[in-house]
């Protein structure tokens, strides 16, 4: 997620990588394990963006490189070569030097890199050119991030030099995506990021709760905004994403983020809002009353939507895939559009001829991580891939009803999303966000306090 959109986050310095040391090394040995000694591993951070003139953007680490090195810094380099004389891991660090502690506070630096993070070899960044032949030296492969165009396109410069200079010895041929095993890895969270993401999904329920306290007609989202804001930072996290706060009509704009907007009485207000712990995304998503009680026909869709969610919920157990959980929440919804008159036919033909796309545009869910859309492919082996336990993902069906001529007037701008995080377990689904009601009346009654 890049900070594209002013004012929705402040910098919040993940120093704490809640992890311990014993998380990220056990990470490594697995990547040096997988890639084996003919091939070299190398991320970097993320650079700092520009924000305007000399003002950056919050910073925000790159979670490949976070994932196996903790470390929440700028300018680093980090390489995994499996039977290097130098060590399996060699971070490539910016020195600490009096002028830029001065102004921005110490750096990692490259004894602590060593002493503290698990480097075997720490070096300065500029000479990262420099090491690259010899790294690269009698290996046949070389893993980086290749959305990552600048990183990527000196790697392969250097590989090629590698390749002239090798004269039949061996020097990568290619380049491979660093996705192929670090992020096979990742979908499959460990007891360690578990509890991060279970306290990300505990902050965003105390978020939205709190969103809900300020919700009245005559409020501006932007103020439910700062809400949402104000409850993150103030237990040391952030916002895993720009927060989603529409009223009415704006409900319908999937990807809003004006929040700008005065909330009018009678409307619904949808938030979609979740918080960043340790660089572990929340992504929750609530519709409720502006004025604290639904309105008849508001109530009738939001029922479709909360039985498709159930549902959906219900399917996320090992062994199925998102074709089920989104089958079961297209059936439901289709099913409840035919009995409110928003659709007419028969259910089974109108899911073939995907009538609901009109009213339910987008897919049921997505992995959820370090990333909130996160890292992993959705298939493995040319087949939808199956849910394993250790997987999260979330479940988030909606109905989008705009204003049109054909569709009666009770019904216009009505916009319900019900979003929650989910771990697939060997067993039942296991609702992270669970402590967030969704009831319409449990709903009700939280606004009412
Ligand atoms: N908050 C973005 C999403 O739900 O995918
Ligand atoms: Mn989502
Ligand atoms: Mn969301």
Not at 284 to 309: D, H, K, M, S, W
Request: hydrophobic letters at 40%; charged letters at 25%; aromatic letters at 6%.
């Amino acid at each position: 997620m890049q900070c594209t959109r002013r004012g929705w986050n402040v910098g919040v310095k993940n120093t704490n990588t809640g992890h311990s040391p014993q998380e990220f090394a056990k990470r490594r040995r697995r990547v040096l394990r997988e890639i084996g000694r003919d091939s070299l591993l190398c991320v970097r951070a993320a650079p700092r963006r520009i924000y305007a003139g000399d003002v950056d953007y919050p910073y925000r680490q790159s979670s490949d490189f976070a994932y196996l090195t903790g470390l929440d810094e700028d300018a680093m380099v980090a390489v995994l070569a499996p039977g290097c004389e130098h060590g399996d891991y060699i971070l490539f660090c910016t020195p600490n030097d009096d002028t830029r502690t001065l102004w921005e506070g110490r750096r990692v630096g490259m004894r602590a890199a060593v002493r503290e993070h698990g480097a075997d070899l720490a070096l300065p960044l500029a000479d990262f050119a420099e090491w690259l032949p010899r790294l690269l030296a009698g290996r046949r492969r070389l893993y980086c991030d290749l959305q990552d165009a600048a990183h990527r396109d000196e790697l392969a410069a250097a590989c090629a030099g590698a390749l002239a200079a090798a004269r039949g010895a061996a020097a990568p041929r290619e380049l491979a995506d660093l996705s192929l095993v670090l992020h096979e890895m990742r979908l499959k969270k460990s007891p360690s990021e578990l509890r991060l993401m279970r306290r990300a999904a505990d902050i965003s329920v105390d978020a939205h709760r709190r969103a809900w306290r300020a919700c009245r007609p005559g409020v501006n989202e932007r103020e439910i905004a700062a809400e949402l804001l104000h409850e993150f930072h103030r237990h040391g996290a952030a916002a895993a994403y720009p927060p989603i706060v529409g009223g009415g009509a704006n409900a319908c704009v999937l990807h809003y983020t004006d929040n700008n907007a005065a909330l009018k009485d009678g409307d619904l207000l949808l938030i979609d809002a979740g918080a960043e712990v340790c660089l572990y995304a929340g992504d929750v998503t609530r519709t409720v009353p502006v004025n604290g009680r639904f309105r008849p026909a508001q109530r009738e869709l939001y029922e479709i939507v909360l039985q498709a969610q159930k549902k959906a919920i219900a399917a996320v157990v090992p062994g199925h895939t998102w074709k089920d959980v989104h089958a079961a929440a297209v059936a439901a919804l289709t099913r409840g559009l035919v009995a409110a008159g928003l659709l007419r036919g028969r259910v089974p033909s109108l899911i073939r001829k995907r009538a609901y796309t009109r009213f339910y545009m987008h897919g049921t869910g997505h992995w959820l991580g370090m990333n909130v859309h996160d890292a992993g492919d959705y298939a493995k082996d040319g087949r939808p891939r199956r849910f394993e336990p250790g997987m999260v993902l979330t479940v988030e069906p909606g109905l989008y009803v705009r204003r049109a001529r054909d569709v009666a007037r009770r019904w216009w701008n009505t916009g319900i999303r019900i979003e929650d995080d989910v771990l697939v377990t060997p067993r039942a689904p296991r609702v992270l966000s669970a402590a967030l009601p969704k009831e319409a009346a449990d709903i009700e009654a939280a606004m009412a306090q």
